[in-house]
C-alpha cells in the first residue's frame, strides 16, 4: 500500500505532522471544557440507554481515542448521543431484562455490529446509501424521539417507577403510578430542570452584565449541568435524602473500562442486525452533518467515507472496552468547535480527562440524584425537538409533509425502529412514485428568443404540425410506460401532427428499458405518419444511445439545439405546403 493510501486511512498522519506547540494549547483548553461537559453527559445517557452509568463513562474513553487516529473531522466530539442511547435501549429491551448480564453483553453487540457495519461501508465507500434518509425523515424521528426521550425520563423527575417504549404506553404508566410521586426528587428534578433551561437562556448574559468577557461568560454558561451535579449532590449527602426515596446513582467502579467480550451467538445476532443497521445510519449521518457544517466555518474538508471508517472503528473500541454505540454528538461538537480545538488530539486529551475521572472522582458520584441526569438529559433532548418541521413541510410539499407525519406518528406510537424504517420506505416509495410519472411539458418557442417554454405559463409561438415535450427526468424502467402512453394518448386528440420533438435537456440517464419504450413509441408514430426527434440530448446518454437501435431506426433526426429542431421541423412543414 502506498504511504499516500496508507495516509488515508490514518488521518493523523496528516495532521500529526504538522501538530505544533500553539495547537496544544488550543486542544488542551478545549478538552477541559468538553471533559467536564461530558462527565455527566456520558454518566445520563448510559441511564437512558437502560446502563450501568460506569458505561457512559467507558464508552467515551477508548472510542474518543480511536476516532483521533481515524476519523477526519478536527473538531467533531464523538461518545454516548440521546437519540443512540434511546435506540440502543428500544433493541435490547425486548431481548434481554434490563440490569442483567444478558443486558449489558447485548449492548457490547450491538456496537460491535454497529462498529462492523459502519467500516465496511467505509471500506467500499457506501456511504451514499444514507442519503436514502431524507431531510424530512431525520427531522421527524429526531423530534419524535425528543419528545419520547423527554417522557421517558419523567419518572426519574418524579421519582416514580414507570416503563413503556411507546409515548403512550409511557404516559398511561406514569399516570398508574402518580400516588407514589417522591416530593424530595420531584424538588429536584423540577428545580434542576428550570435551572438548567435558565443557564442556556439568561446565565450568559447575566454574566455580560457583570462584566464578565464573552469568553468567560460562555464557558461558565457551558459548565451549567456540572454546576447542577455539584449542588444537587451535595444536597443530597447533606440531607441523608438517600434515606428518603431519593434515587443516586450510587457506588461506581474505580477504574479505566475494562476488557469486554460482547456476545457472539447467532441468534443474538441475528435480532440485533436490523436495530445495528438502523442506528449506524442514523448516528452517521447526525455524525457527518454536523461535522460538515462545522468544518466549512474554518474551510477544512471531511471525507465522509473515512468519517464511517473513523466511526466504525469506535464503535468497535467500546464493544470491548464495557460501552455501547457511539456517534458524534453535536452539542459536544459545537463546544469542543467553540472552545477553540484545532485538531483530533483534543478528543484525545478528553478522553484522558475521562479516564482520570473514572479512576478518581467516581466515589463523588455516588450522591448524584438521578432526578440531575433526567434533567440533564430533558433539557438536552427538547432542543432537539422542533415541532415547525410539520408546518413548514406543510407548505412546500404535501410528500414531504406525509414523509415528516409518518415518521413521527410511527416513532411515538410504535417505537423509534418502526419509525425511522417507515420514514425510509415512505420515502423510498414517494421517490418512486414521483419519478415514475415524471413531469411533461408542451413546450414553444418565446417569441424573440431561441428559448422554450412551457405553453401553459407563457405566452409562446407553436406550429400546429409539431409537438414539443420536454421531459423533466431521468428515464428508467419505472417511468418508461407512463411517456408511452402520454405520448399515445397525445397524438391521437391531435390529427394535423407530423412531427414529435423529445427535449431531453432534463434527461441525465436512458436505461435499456426507457430505450425499448422509445423504440416502440418511433414505430406507432410512424404507423401515423409522425416522425419522432429527438433534441439537446447529452454526451453521456447519445454515447448510450449509439449503442442501441434506436438511432439507426429513428424515422426523425437528433438536433444539437431545440432551436434548430424546431426551425428544421418547421421548414419542412412549409415545403410539403407548397
Not at 379 to 404: E, H, M, P, Q
Request: aromatic content about 6%; glycine content about 8%.
Amino acid at each position: 500500500m502506498s504511504s499516500s493510501k496508507f495516509a488515508r486511512y490514518l488521518p493523523i498522519l496528516d495532521w500529526g505532522r504538522r501538530y505544533d506547540r500553539a495547537a496544544l494549547g488550543s486542544d488542551l483548553l478545549a478538552a477541559v471544557i468538553v471533559t467536564i461537559m461530558l462527565i455527566p453527559q456520558s454518566l445520563a445517557y448510559a441511564l437512558l440507554a437502560g446502563l450501568p452509568p460506569e458505561a457512559g463513562l467507558y464508552a467515551s474513553i477508548l472510542p474518543i481515542l480511536l476516532y483521533a487516529i481515524f476519523g477526519t473531522s478536527r473538531t467533531l466530539a464523538v461518545g454516548p448521543v440521546a437519540i443512540v442511547s434511546l435506540m440502543t435501549a428500544a433493541a435490547i429491551g425486548k431481548i434481554a431484562t434490563q440490569g442483567s448480564a444478558d443486558y449489558a453483553s447485548a449492548a457490547l453487540t450491538l456496537a460491535l455490529l454497529s462498529g462492523g457495519i459502519l467500516l465496511i461501508m467505509g471500506v467500499f465507500r457506501l456511504g451514499f446509501l444514507v442519503n436514502f434518509l431524507s431531510h424530512p425523515v431525520i427531522s421527524g424521528f429526531i423530534t419524535a424521539s425528543g419528545i419520547l426521550i423527554a417522557a421517558s425520563q419523567l419518572k426519574n423527575i418524579l421519582g416514580i417507577p414507570a416503563t413503556g417504549h411507546t409515548l403512550i404506553e409511557t404516559l398511561i404508566s406514569l399516570a398508574r403510578h402518580l400516588g407514589a410521586v417522591n416530593l424530595w426528587t420531584l424538588a429536584i428534578g423540577a428545580s434542576t430542570t428550570a435551572f438548567l433551561f435558565w443557564v442556556r437562556k439568561g446565565l450568559k448574559p447575566l454574566l455580560r452584565g457583570w462584566g464578565l468577557s464573552p469568553a468567560v461568560a460562555d464557558g461558565i454558561a457551558k459548565a451549567g449541568p456540572v454546576l447542577a451535579v455539584v449542588a444537587t449532590t451535595l444536597l443530597v449527602w447533606a440531607l441523608g435524602l438517600e434515606a428518603r426515596g431519593v434515587s443516586v446513582v450510587g457506588a461506581l467502579p474505580q477504574s479505566l473500562p475494562p476488557l469486554t467480550l460482547p456476545g457472539l451467538s447467532l441468534d443474538l445476532m441475528r435480532q440485533l442486525l436490523m436495530p445495528a443497521l438502523l442506528i449506524s445510519v442514523i448516528g452517521f449521518v447526525g455524525s457527518i452533518s454536523v461535522a460538515q457544517t462545522l468544518a466549512v466555518r474554518r474551510r477544512q474538508r471531511v471525507d465522509a467515507d473515512q468519517e464511517l471508517i473513523g466511526l466504525g472503528i469506535a464503535n468497535l473500541g467500546a464493544a470491548f472496552t464495557g460501552g455501547f454505540p457511539v456517534t458524534g454528538g453535536f452539542a459536544r461538537s459545537v463546544v469542543n468547535y467553540d472552545a477553540g480545538a484545532q485538531t483530533p488530539a483534543a478528543g484525545a486529551y478528553t478522553a484522558v480527562g475521562l479516564g482520570i475521572a473514572a479512576l478518581m472522582l467516581t466515589p463523588l458520584i455516588h450522591y448524584l440524584p438521578n432526578a440531575t441526569l433526567a434533567a440533564t438529559i430533558i433539557v438536552a433532548v427538547l432542543g432537539l425537538v422542533d415541532l415547525n418541521i410539520l408546518k413548514t413541510a406543510w407548505c412546500y410539499s404535501r410528500a414531504d409533509f406525509a414523509a415528516v407525519a409518518v415518521t413521527m406518528a410511527a416513532t411515538l406510537l410504535i417505537g423509534v425502529e418502526a419509525g425511522v424504517s417507515a420514514g425510509v420506505l415512505l420515502s423510498i416509495l414517494l421517490h418512486l412514485q414521483k419519478t415514475s410519472h415524471p413531469h411533461v411539458a408542451e413546450v414553444g418557442l418565446v417569441p424573440g428568443t431561441q428559448h422554450f417554454r412551457n405553453i401553459l405559463r407563457h405566452k409562446v409561438e407553436t406550429d400546429p404540425s409539431v409537438l414539443t415535450l420536454r421531459v423533466d427526468e431521468s428515464l428508467y424502467f419505472a417511468n418508461a410506460r407512463f411517456l408511452e402512453d402520454y405520448i399515445s394518448n397525445r397524438v391521437a386528440e391531435d390529427t394535423p401532427l407530423r412531427h414529435v420533438i423529445l427535449m431531453c435537456s432534463a434527461v441525465n440517464e436512458v436505461d435499456l428499458s426507457a430505450v425499448e419504450s422509445l423504440e416502440a413509441i418511433n414505430t406507432r408514430l410512424s404507423e401515423l405518419g409522425v416522425k419522432l426527434h429527438l433534441s439537446e440530448v447529452k454526451g453521456p446518454v447519445m454515447d448510450r444511445l449509439k449503442r442501441g437501435h434506436l438511432l439507426t431506426c429513428l424515422t426523425g433526426q437528433v438536433f444539437l439545439s431545440q432551436y434548430d429542431a424546431y426551425r428544421s421541423v418547421v421548414a419542412q412543414g412549409a415545403a410539403a405546403a407548397e
